[in-house]
């Protein structure tokens, strides 16, 4: 592949999507301005979606005698890119709003439920206990429950 | 539960004690926790009686289709009264510690 026939949009915007996709899932998903709404990602899926179209007019603009072979690449890289990038926005902005209504979760003023469970060395530990043992030496002013879907 | 354990010691300054409910066994909660850096007690509901109580039960969500809780925060003061309530409708987005800082303010 000579350097003059090497289409840097196409492969550019490519690699801008794994590259986009995989700093969600490895730095940004840990910094709460770029989840909550992940708008870094979405711009640098922008930005790829733009390398790309460039990319694939290239690969079939008619002035320019393009092999087959690089009009083939050119739809298949993108439409991986596409895919990528629908799979990310279905993932984040719908299949992620598939939960429960919780219509029956205690509310503010009234009374949350008691239980005991196992900590991680397996002791059981009530709400109460929870709700009386110390902190650094001071009485505590609450508890803060955060049930979490699992580590898995 | 990273912002949470990184908030702690502002947490605890306001004595708030953060504990974190899941249907994992006490092993992988451990794993868990050694692997995160988390150092806030993080208790297991494997038969989800505690997550089905607080009616938090996402049926089937979970690996091999498990039901797991979904997410969600309650602040309980110490009488036992939820303060207040996060029910987050998109599970990506989790309430900030701030947002709990700013009501632990009202706890007595």
Same mark, same amino acid.
């Given at each position: 592949?000579?350097?003059?026939? +090497?289409?840097?949009?196409?492969?550019?915007?490519?690699?801008?999507?794994?590259?986009?996709?995989?700093?969600?899932?490895?730095?940004?998903?840990?910094?709460?301005?770029?989840?909550?709404? #992940?708008? =870094?990602?979405?711009?640098?899926?922008?930005?790829?979606?733009?390398?790309?179209? =460039?990319?694939?007019?290239?690969?079939?603009?008619?002035?320019?005698?393009?092999?087959?072979?690089?009009?083939?690449?050119?739809?298949?890289?993108?439409? +991986?890119?596409?895919?990528?990038?629908?799979?990310?926005?279905?993932?984040?902005?719908?299949?992620?709003?598939?939960?429960?209504?919780?219509?029956?979760?205690?509310?503010?003023?009234?009374?949350?439920?008691?239980?005991?469970?196992?900590?991680?060395?397996?002791?059981?530990?009530?709400?109460?206990?929870?709700?009386?043992?110390?902190?650094?030496?001071?009485?505590?002013?609450? =508890?803060?429950?955060?049930?979490?879907?699992?580590?898995? | 539960?990273?912002?949470?354990?990184?908030?702690? #010691?502002?947490?605890?300054?306001?004595?708030?004690?953060?504990?974190?409910?899941?249907?994992?066994?006490?092993?992988?909660?451990?794993?868990?926790?050694?692997?995160?850096?988390?150092?806030?007690?993080?208790?297991?509901?494997?038969?989800?009686?505690?997550?089905?109580?607080?009616?938090?039960?996402?049926?089937?969500?979970?690996?091999?289709?498990?039901?797991?809780?979904?997410?969600?925060?309650?602040?309980?003061?110490?009488?036992?009264?939820?303060?207040?309530?996060?029910?987050?409708?998109?599970?990506?987005?989790?309430?900030?510690?701030?947002?709990?800082?700013? =009501?632990?303010?009202?706890?007595?």
């Amino acid at each position: 592949m000579t350097l003059r026939r +090497f289409n840097l949009p196409l492969w550019s915007g490519f690699l801008l999507t794994l590259v986009s996709v995989f700093t969600f899932f490895g730095v940004l998903v840990w910094i709460p301005a770029t989840r909550n709404f #992940p708008w =870094v990602t979405l711009g640098l899926f922008l930005l790829a979606a733009v390398l790309l179209i =460039v990319g694939v007019r290239r690969a079939f603009s008619a002035n320019q005698a393009k092999p087959r072979r690089a009009k083939i690449g050119a739809v298949v890289l993108t439409g +991986f890119s596409a895919f990528l990038i629908a799979a990310f926005v279905f993932a984040f902005f719908v299949a992620a709003r598939w939960l429960p209504a919780s219509t029956g979760a205690p509310q503010v003023g009234q009374r949350a439920p008691e239980f005991t469970l196992a900590d991680t060395s397996g002791k059981p530990v009530s709400l109460t206990e929870l709700l009386a043992t110390p902190i650094n030496g001071n009485a505590p002013k609450g =508890v803060l429950l955060i049930f979490y879907r699992g580590y898995w | 539960m990273r912002s949470i354990e990184q908030s702690l #010691p502002a947490l605890n300054a306001q004595g708030i004690r953060p504990v974190a409910i899941s249907i994992d066994s006490p092993e992988v909660s451990r794993n868990l926790a050694q692997h995160a850096g988390y150092t806030f007690p993080i208790l297991s509901d494997p038969k989800v009686e505690t997550i089905r109580r607080y009616d938090l039960v996402h049926a089937g969500a979970g690996e091999n289709g498990a039901d797991i809780a979904r997410p969600a925060e309650f602040l309980i003061d110490t009488s036992g009264t939820v303060r207040w309530v996060n029910l987050t409708e998109n599970y990506w987005i989790r309430a900030q510690p701030e947002d709990v800082l700013e =009501v632990a303010k009202l706890l007595k």
